[in-house]
């Protein structure tokens, strides 16, 4: 499988936004975006199953928001009034066969992208 491919990272000020992308190589069914910051375990934080049902983990409710284009195989996260405690390497995953909920787990996902780096200062 081809990696999905993350783009849009970069430095923000605090209360600031930036729009994630990604891109996969053949239709996914089911996405997910995934932070780790240094020194911390990688956790889920926003996914959006076959049927187009978004989850979000709690630090991101109401500020980040996923979409996908199935047409053109991509996935987005339009992050809003970042803050400092968001600064991490945010990852794109995807699953090529049909899903439903459970997309901030990893385990749901077979493909994972390199990461682009988000940071928020203060």
């Known amino acids: 499988q081809v990696q999905p491919v993350e783009s849009g990272g970069g430095s923000v000020q605090s209360g600031g936004s930036l729009t994630l992308s990604c891109v996969t190589a053949d239709r996914s069914f089911c996405m997910g975006w995934f932070r780790q910051a240094p020194g911390k375990q990688r956790e889920g934080i926003a996914g959006?199953?076959?049927?187009?049902?978004?989850a979000y983990a709690d630090s991101v409710r109401g500020r980040f928001f996923i979409s996908k284009d199935n047409t053109k195989n991509m996935l987005y996260l339009q992050m809003n009034n970042l803050k400092p405690e968001d600064t991490a390497m945010y990852y794109c995953?995807?699953?090529?066969?049909?899903?439903?909920?459970?997309?901030?787990?990893?385990?749901?996902?077979?493909?994972w992208g390199q990461g682009t780096q988000v940071t928020v200062s203060s």
């Open positions: 959006i199953d076959s049927d187009d049902r978004p």
């Open positions: 995953a995807a699953r090529h066969n049909y899903c439903l909920y459970s997309t901030l787990f990893e385990e749901r996902f077979s493909d």
